[in-house]
Every structure is written in structure tokens, then in C-alpha cells.
């Protein structure tokens, strides 16, 4: 059985930085996207970040680009999402997600997990 387990959300004064982790099992990262997406109340669901294990190449939201980063331990089979200079607007449930074909998009995630509650207060 494939799970993703989030963890690392909070609370956070803007201007601070957590930083997420989605560990797998069932799963190995290393041939697979990995991306963090986020849900605000109220709002649809949208990528946040995605790496692709096997190359490397990563990708990032314009909302987010130059305070995130999303990394890999392949030793811990964790993706995590370092994220700095936190703003209010950042203030959502983050989930990780993998697929079988390699895309970052929502349809091409087979596997998600739970989420994590991520609140920056201004």
C-alpha cells in the first residue's frame, strides 16, 4: 500500500520559515514527480512546487519562486519543501503527491496524502 505522510505545518508570523516533509512508503521516489500542492478555504487547489526525481529539474510556482525550495533525501525516501519569507497569502493545507508518469499536473498524481495545515499570520 502506497502513503504519503505530511508533516511540519504550523503556525508562522510572516517573515518565517517552515519547512514541510512527505514521507513515502510502498513508494519509491526515485523514478517518480513528487509535487506540493496547497488549498486555501475557499480557493481550488493549485501546484505549489515538483520535482522530478530522476533529473532533477524542479519547478515552481510564480507566487513562490526565490522563497521555496523543494529537495529530496534519497536515503529517506522524504521530499521536503523548505519554504522562507512567508507571507499571509501562503496560509493553506499543503499535500504532496506522486504519479507514474512523471507529470507535475493534478491529473498526473496517482497518490496524495493527507495534508498539512500551514498558517502565517501577518
Known amino acids: 500500500e502506497v502513503q504519503l505522510v505530511e508533516s511540519g505545518g504550523g503556525w508562522v508570523q510572516a517573515g518565517g520559515s517552515l519547512r514541510l516533509s512527505c514521507a513515502a512508503s510502498?513508494?519509491?521516489?526515485?523514478?517518480?514527480?513528487v509535487g506540493w500542492f496547497r488549498q486555501a478555504p475557499g480557493l481550488e487547489r493549485e501546484g505549489v512546487s515538483c520535482?522530478?526525481?530522476?533529473?532533477?529539474?524542479?519547478y515552481y510556482a510564480e507566487s513562490v519562486k526565490g522563497r521555496f525550495n523543494i529537495s529530496w533525501d534519497n536515503t529517506k525516501n522524504t521530499v521536503y519543501l523548505q519554504m522562507s519569507s512567508l507571507k499571509p497569502e501562503d496560509t493553506a493545507d499543503y499535500y504532496c503527491?506522486?504519479?507514474?508518469?512523471?507529470?507535475?499536473?493534478?491529473?498526473?498524481?496517482?497518490?496524495w496524502g493527507k495534508g498539512t495545515l500551514v498558517t502565517v499570520s501577518s
Open positions: 503527491a506522486t504519479g507514474w508518469n512523471s507529470g507535475c499536473q493534478e491529473p498526473d498524481m496517482d497518490y
Open positions: 510502498g513508494i519509491t521516489f526515485g523514478d517518480l514527480a
Open positions: 520535482l522530478i526525481s530522476s533529473d532533477g529539474r524542479t
